[in-house]
């Protein structure tokens, strides 16, 4: 018995889950636009369609068959075999054509969709439905025998690479063959005859490779490209990609089948790729690309130059070529109506992709686009001011980390440059580095620490973990809308396109240019806002963050909860943070300090004295060094908070392993280098990071903590009588694991501040806490609390000894650990909430048991990162602490936070 198809509710009559859900023609089956549903694609079909704009008719299987397609090992089940054929009845009722029809064809496209847009990750198939007969009648029904053959062939290439998984380039150089054997340059030169002659070569590669005929059965078609599409949601770039965004591996893909309109039928026909505003810059101006007589993928693919969409991009380019908007007025015109009421709908920039058919326009997809930081900022900032949206959905809008791109310096302006060539300014921003040619080779470099610039002819999707280790992208070909650009984009990586001029011989690792050839490890600079292309280096400046920047800050400041603090222990990292919002010091790690070529031989001997006598005399020479360190720190911090980490680190890392830093030492010490060496063997531990380091020291060096404590209180009250406001100093006491350790060092802080108090004649506030980086402390977080004033949580070293694995080592099979789901994300990049994060809360109830005041925030890495910001302000510390330039990240994600958890 045939399954009947419900279409109102969310199974079918059979009983099973619906799976298909369509729409256009006046048809709508509930799916109501919802992304977790239908994908990103198919709800926004189905949102276009709703409010009367032309869309082709189609359907959308949904991201739930996605899931079970590999629940049940990849095979579908019989009921969404004849939901499927319900869809297509639906397109075939729409549009008064049949599938697989010799006289008149319907021919249908099958496209990917996530819930979130992933630009070139998974797999699409145009023209499906053509074969040996149907061409035919498209060529008879269509009047024009060119535009089937070309349909033809491109099917079977597209087929063939995706479905079949067949060399995509014995196709590509079979039509390069056929272009010279007729002398001719572009595509569009090749005749009906042409592109018939050139199916067969096709039909041959397919028959060579593939041992069997290419597939004539357009039912057949159609399953082996829904079974592509939802495979490619587990293809290798797209788990890439999908790691690098944070994309659930769980979410699947939806499949949208579409009736096809063509862009390839003649000059009145067209196709392109449009934004309703400027996604480089966030100008209010339409951008986007088009060709006449095309299909969508010789737009995104760089595979032909585009013409630009407007007169004034086309004037500002200096291009001769027509516009659209010159070329093609009145669907121009159409289209600028279009663009209005989609960005008044969904009320951001729109991404659009659309088809001119014989001067008719047809609306393909529409979504939130892709943008760079600072266009990302400027959009939130001007519709704000516009009303579309209002100042806290301004907030939300803007990707934190994505103000990273806003962050760093920029190309020097007055610096020379030897400049090579210029392309098209595909991505903003600069970068330096040395050239290489693939994308194995770009990861491979930068993993050991260089910085590359990955030069390609064009980018296709399977480039996608190089263009990430990469400082930046070039390539000779593509648009501002091809693959290159996008990724770039959405990567905050400095991209320059369409480098003409540029000759890449990739197999000999060779770009030749302006007479120029530069091998592999040659230097070049890339600036993504002009598409200069330049030889060497060039110096930076540091970039200007107000305007539209400050204005979000303003803004963002207003809502959030938390504080925001900075790791820093130099004046520079000091002065750096507050410039960019930061609220005090969350982290200053003393060890830093000792490291200094100037006070290094007085720690060695410090360390390696064998008697309290000697570490004394060391210390005294140190004294005068750190209390510099810290008063140039308050008096950047006057008035602020100033979290201080007292000495932390294993002291094999301090300990001298050259003959010549032996010989300083004992001159120093005015001992023998035997007794220094047999003291540093005497030292040395097999597991140094789990060793004597942390409050360790201070439990049996006790004077080490002695003259840092007088450092910090002497600094204090030297600023405070230098410029009338006096820091806050909070002294924190490292890797305690029980409450007897820090009773111990607080009394020995306090016992500093007592005597530096009596000496000086005044008093400053000042707190003692403890970092809390051991499951331990976190578990007696309640009798810890007893003596600690504040809780600063070490993520970095809870976590490693949380779940036991060394950050240092884990990136060799952190990765698998990610792609296998046993981690959600790298637990040392964003915190492990299920483990790591039910310590943290275990540890503030139990401390706000016993102190109800108690400061609570974090210093760790993770204080940066916007996910575990989040978990921070739903925990309810009080601050957060993070690098200098990620102070403004974490300003804006707490704001969010807020944001979210107002509901």
Same mark, same amino acid.
């Given at each position: 018995?045939?399954?009947?198809?419900?279409?109102?509710?969310?199974?079918?009559?059979?009983?099973?889950?619906?799976?298909?859900?369509?729409?256009?023609?006046?048809?709508?089956?509930?799916?109501?636009?919802?992304?977790?549903?239908?994908?990103?694609?198919?709800?926004?079909?189905?949102?276009?369609?709703?409010?009367?704009?032309?869309?082709?008719?189609?359907?959308?299987?949904?991201?739930?068959?996605?899931?079970?397609?590999?629940?049940?090992?990849?095979?579908?089940?019989?009921?969404?075999?004849?939901?499927?054929?319900?869809?297509?009845?639906?397109?075939?009722?729409?549009?008064?054509?049949?599938?697989?029809?010799?006289?008149?064809?319907?021919?249908?496209?099958?496209?990917?969709?996530?819930?979130?847009?992933?630009?070139?990750?998974?797999?699409?198939?145009?023209?499906?439905?053509?074969?040996?007969?149907?061409?035919?009648?498209?060529?008879?029904?269509?009047?024009?025998?060119?535009?089937?053959?070309?349909?033809?062939?491109?099917?079977?290439?597209?087929?063939?690479?995706?479905?079949?998984?067949?060399?995509?380039?014995?196709?590509?150089?079979?039509?390069?063959?056929?272009?010279?054997?007729?002398?001719?340059?572009?595509?569009?030169?090749?005749?009906?005859?042409?592109?018939?002659?050139?199916?067969?070569?096709?039909?041959?590669?397919?028959?060579?490779?593939?041992?069997?005929?290419?597939?004539?059965?357009?039912?057949?078609?159609?399953?082996?490209?829904?079974?592509?599409?939802?495979?490619?949601?587990?293809?290798?770039?797209?788990?890439?990609?999908?790691?690098?965004?944070?994309?659930?591996?769980?979410?699947?893909?939806?499949?949208?089948?579409?009736?096809?309109?063509?862009?390839?039928?003649?000059?009145?026909?067209?196709?392109?790729?449009?934004?309703?505003?400027?996604?480089?810059?966030?100008?209010?101006?339409?951008?986007?690309?088009?060709?006449?007589?095309?299909?969508?993928?010789?737009?995104?693919?760089?595979?032909?130059?585009?013409?630009?969409?407007?007169?004034?991009?086309?004037?500002?380019?200096?291009?001769?070529?027509?516009?659209?908007?010159?070329?093609?007025?009145?669907?121009?015109?159409?289209?600028?109506?279009?663009?209005?009421?989609?960005?008044?709908?969904?009320?951001?920039?729109?991404?659009?992709?659309?088809?001119?058919?014989?001067?008719?326009?047809?609306?393909?997809?529409?979504?939130?686009?892709?943008?760079?930081?600072?266009?990302?900022?400027?959009?939130?900032?001007?519709?704000?001011?516009?009303?579309?949206?209002?100042?806290?959905?301004?907030?939300?809008?803007?990707?934190?980390?994505?103000?990273?791109?806003?962050?760093?310096?920029?190309?020097?302006?007055?610096?020379?440059?030897?400049?090579?060539?210029?392309?098209?300014?595909?991505?903003?921003?600069?970068?330096?580095?040395?050239?290489?040619?693939?994308? &194995?080779?770009?990861?491979? $470099?930068?993993?050991?620490?260089?910085? /590359?610039? +990955?030069? *390609? #002819? @064009?980018?296709?999707?399977? %480039?996608?973990?190089?263009?990430?280790?990469?400082?930046?992208?070039?390539?000779?070909?593509?648009?501002?809308?091809?693959?290159?650009?996008?990724?770039?984009?959405?990567?905050?990586?400095?991209?320059?396109?369409?480098?003409?001029?540029?000759?890449?011989?990739?197999?000999?690792?060779?770009?030749?240019?302006?007479?120029?050839?530069?091998?592999?490890?040659?230097?070049?600079?890339?600036?993504?806002?002009?598409?200069?292309?330049?030889?060497?280096?060039?110096?930076?400046?540091?970039?200007?963050?107000?305007?539209?920047?400050?204005?979000?800050?303003?803004?963002?400041?207003?809502?959030?909860?938390?504080?925001?603090?900075?790791?820093?222990?130099?004046?520079? &990292?000091?002065?750096?943070? $507050?410039?960019?919002?930061?609220?005090? /010091?969350? +982290?200053? *790690? #003393? @060890?830093?300090?000792?490291? %200094?070529?100037?006070?290094?031989?007085?720690?060695?001997?410090?360390?390696?004295?064998?008697?309290?006598?000697?570490?004394?005399?060391?210390?005294?020479?140190?004294?005068?060094?750190?209390?510099?360190?810290?008063?140039?720190?308050?008096?950047?911090?006057?008035?602020?908070?100033?979290?201080?980490?007292?000495?932390?680190?294993?002291?094999?890392?301090?300990?001298?392993?050259?003959?010549?830093?032996?010989?300083?030492?004992?001159?120093?010490?005015?001992?023998?280098?035997?007794?220094?060496?047999?003291?540093?063997?005497?030292?040395?531990?097999?597991?140094?990071?789990?060793?004597?380091?942390?409050?360790?020291?201070?439990?049996?060096?006790?004077?080490?903590?002695?003259?840092?404590?007088?450092?910090?209180?002497?600094?204090?009250?030297?600023?405070?009588?230098?410029?009338?406001?006096?820091?806050?100093?909070?002294?924190?006491?490292?890797?305690?694991?029980?409450?007897?350790?820090?009773?111990?060092?607080?009394?020995?802080?306090?016992?500093?501040?007592?005597?530096?108090?009596?000496?000086?004649?005044?008093?400053?506030?000042?707190?003692?806490?403890?970092?809390?980086?051991?499951?331990?402390?976190?578990?007696?977080?309640?009798?810890?609390?007893?003596?600690?004033?504040?809780?600063?949580?070490?993520?970095?070293?809870?976590?490693?000894?949380?779940?036991?694995?060394?950050?240092?080592?884990?990136?060799?099979?952190?990765?698998?650990?990610?792609?296998?789901?046993?981690?959600?994300?790298?637990?040392?990049?964003?915190?492990?909430?299920?483990?790591?994060?039910?310590?943290?809360?275990?540890?503030?109830?139990?401390?706000?048991?016993?102190?109800?005041?108690?400061?609570?925030?974090?210093?760790?890495?993770?204080?940066?990162?916007?996910?575990?910001?989040?978990?921070?302000?739903?925990?309810?510390?009080?601050?957060?602490?993070?690098?200098?330039?990620?102070?403004?990240?974490?300003?804006?994600?707490?704001?969010?936070?807020?944001?979210?958890?107002?509901?």
């Amino acid at each position: 018995m045939a399954t009947v198809i419900d279409t109102t509710g969310g199974t079918t009559k059979s009983g099973e889950p619906r799976y298909v859900y369509r729409f256009g023609g006046g048809v709508d089956d509930g799916g109501k636009g919802d992304k977790n549903l239908l994908g990103g694609k198919g709800a926004n079909l189905d949102g276009m369609a709703s409010i009367g704009l032309p869309v082709p008719p189609g359907f959308t299987i949904t991201t739930e068959m996605c899931t079970r397609y590999y629940v049940d090992g990849e095979v579908f089940p019989d009921s969404l075999r004849a939901e499927v054929a319900s869809g297509i009845a639906h397109i075939e009722g729409v549009t008064g054509k049949k599938f697989g029809d010799k006289a008149d064809p319907l021919l249908v496209s099958v496209r990917s969709g996530a819930r979130v847009s992933m630009p070139g990750m998974m797999d699409t198939v145009l023209n499906l439905g053509l074969n040996d007969e149907t061409v035919e009648g498209l060529a008879a029904a269509s009047g024009d025998a060119r535009f089937a053959w070309d349909s033809y062939r491109r099917f079977i290439q597209m087929y063939s690479d995706v479905v079949l998984e067949l060399d995509h380039g014995a196709f590509e150089e079979a039509l390069e063959i056929a272009k010279e054997d007729h002398g001719y340059t572009l595509d569009t030169e090749l005749s009906a005859a042409d592109w018939k002659a050139l199916v067969g070569e096709y039909k041959k590669i397919v028959l060579d490779q593939w041992k069997k005929p290419f597939p004539q059965d357009v039912h057949d078609q159609l399953w082996g490209a829904i079974s592509a599409v939802f495979g490619s949601w587990q293809a290798d770039r797209a788990k890439v990609y999908r790691r690098l965004n944070d994309i659930p591996g769980d979410w699947g893909t939806a499949v949208n089948v579409q009736a096809m309109v063509f862009g390839n039928m003649g000059d009145t026909s067209a196709t392109g790729v449009a934004f309703t505003r400027d996604p480089s810059t966030g100008e209010n101006v339409y951008y986007g690309e088009f060709l006449i007589n095309a299909q969508g993928e010789d737009v995104v693919a760089g595979i032909r130059t585009p013409q630009y969409l407007t007169k004034a991009a086309r004037e500002r380019a200096g291009a001769k070529a027509a516009s659209m908007e010159e070329a093609m007025p009145e669907t121009y015109a159409e289209l600028a109506r279009v663009f209005q009421i989609l960005e008044q709908h969904y009320r951001d920039m729109q991404d659009i992709e659309f088809t001119v058919q014989q001067g008719k326009l047809w609306m393909l997809q529409t979504r939130s686009g892709k943008r760079t930081a600072k266009a990302a900022l400027k959009m939130a900032v001007d519709m704000a001011g516009e009303g579309l949206i209002t100042q806290e959905e301004a907030v939300a809008r803007v990707d934190p980390s994505a103000l990273d791109q806003l962050l760093h310096p920029t190309l020097d302006p007055a610096a020379e440059r030897d400049v090579l060539t210029k392309g098209l300014p595909a991505s903003p921003g600069a970068a330096s580095g040395i050239v290489v040619f693939d994308a &194995d080779t770009a990861e491979r $470099r930068n993993e050991m620490g260089d910085a /590359v610039i +990955l030069v *390609r #002819t @064009e980018t296709s999707p399977e %480039d996608i973990h190089g263009m990430h280790a990469a400082k930046g992208i070039l390539t000779a070909r593509g648009g501002m809308t091809s693959h290159a650009a996008v990724v770039a984009r959405g990567m905050g990586r400095p991209c320059v396109s369409g480098a003409g001029s540029l000759s890449i011989d990739a197999k000999a690792k060779i770009l030749r240019v302006a007479g120029r050839e530069l091998v592999e490890g040659d230097i070049v600079t890339i600036d993504g806002s002009t598409g200069e292309v330049m030889s060497g280096a060039v110096p930076t400046v540091q970039p200007e963050l107000a305007g539209d920047f400050g204005t979000l800050m303003v803004w963002a400041d207003k809502v959030r909860r938390l504080k925001v603090r900075a790791n820093a222990e130099t004046p520079l &990292d000091c002065k750096t943070a $507050r410039e960019f919002g930061a609220e005090g /010091v969350g +982290l200053c *790690r #003393t @060890e830093h300090m000792f490291f %200094d070529a100037a006070r290094i031989t007085a720690v060695r001997q410090m360390i390696l004295a064998d008697s309290e006598k000697g570490r004394r005399e060391a210390l005294d020479r140190l004294l005068p060094e750190q209390r510099s360190d810290f008063t140039e720190i308050f008096l950047v911090m006057a008035g602020l908070p100033v979290t201080i980490r007292l000495l932390d680190p294993p002291l094999h890392e301090f300990l001298p392993h050259e003959e010549a830093e032996f010989e300083d030492v004992a001159t120093a010490a005015g001992v023998g280098i035997d007794v220094l060496k047999r003291r540093a063997s005497e030292l040395h531990e097999l597991n140094p990071m789990l060793g004597h380091r942390g409050c360790r020291l201070g439990v049996t060096y006790p004077e080490i903590y002695e003259m840092q404590a007088r450092a910090i209180f002497e600094a204090a009250i030297d600023v405070e009588e230098h410029s009338g406001t006096a820091p806050i100093p909070e002294i924190m006491i490292p890797l305690v694991a029980t409450a007897k350790e820090l009773e111990l060092m607080k009394a020995i802080v306090d016992a500093q501040a007592k005597a530096v108090f009596a000496e000086r004649g005044t008093t400053i506030e000042y707190l003692v806490g403890t970092m809390i980086e051991l499951p331990r402390a976190a578990l007696k977080a309640g009798e810890i609390a007893q003596s600690a004033e504040f809780f600063s949580f070490g993520t970095n070293d809870l976590t490693q000894t949380t779940i036991g694995i060394s950050r240092d080592d884990a990136s060799r099979f952190l990765g698998t650990y990610v792609d296998k789901g046993i981690f959600p994300r790298d637990p040392f990049v964003s915190i492990d909430v299920e483990g790591v994060g039910e310590l943290i809360q275990i540890a503030a109830e139990r401390g706000r048991e016993t102190r109800p005041e108690i400061k609570l925030g974090i210093c760790g890495e993770h204080g940066g990162d916007p996910a575990s910001i989040a978990f921070c302000e739903a925990t309810g510390l009080d601050y957060v602490s993070a690098s200098p330039y990620r102070v403004p990240i974490a300003r804006l994600a707490a704001a969010q936070a807020a944001l979210k958890a107002r509901g």
